[in-house]
């Protein structure tokens, strides 16, 4: 939004894997990240992969949408009939963000960031070289109610 070093390609859709759950977006497509916190693993069964997003999610139907509140400053978005980790926001300021796999086209999005690379389990390492920044980096960098909640505090 405020920030003119990002960029997007407009709007794509997206859902979960039984269909139950259609949303639009508009992901900022330099702003793929992976989080390595502890509640994002357990939430997503991996690193969650997501992407930011330009104002709000548009659903066409939010009747299978469960929303869980994970911490004091977020909740996540989830399907009720299949279980697929939809989205990451803020409650109280406009933060999306949209699980990466959830979008039907990934064209162009690029891998820029982890995220709680300290809380990462040693079993995976990704590759891919990406700007790494721990858990305290984080809350340092955007302030605690920007960033991904951690399992210990979540
Ligand atoms: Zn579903
Ligand atoms: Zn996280």
Not at 15 to 33: I, Y
Not at 86 to 107: C, H, N, Q, T, W
Not at 111 to 138: L, S
């Amino acid at each position: 939004m405020a920030d003119g070093q990002t960029s997007t390609q407009g709007r794509r859709t997206g859902g979960c894997l039984c269909g139950a759950v259609r949303f639009s977006a508009v992901p900022r497509l330099d702003t793929l990240g992976a989080c390595h916190c502890g509640t994002c693993r357990r939430w997503s069964a991996g690193p969650f992969m997501c992407v930011e997003c330009e104002g709000e999610v548009v659903f066409a139907d939010t009747s299978a949408l469960g929303v869980y509140r994970s911490s004091e400053w977020a909740e996540r978005g989830f399907c009720t009939r299949c279980g697929t980790s939809l989205f990451y926001r803020l409650v109280d300021k406009p933060y999306y963000a949209v699980s990466a796999e959830a979008f039907d086209d990934r064209e162009g999005f690029v891998f820029t960031t982890q995220v709680f690379i300290d809380e990462k389990p040693g079993y995976y390492a990704f590759a891919n070289r990406t700007n790494d920044m721990t858990g305290a980096e984080v809350f340092a960098a955007v302030g605690a109610a920007a960033s991904h909640d951690d399992g210990g505090k979540a």
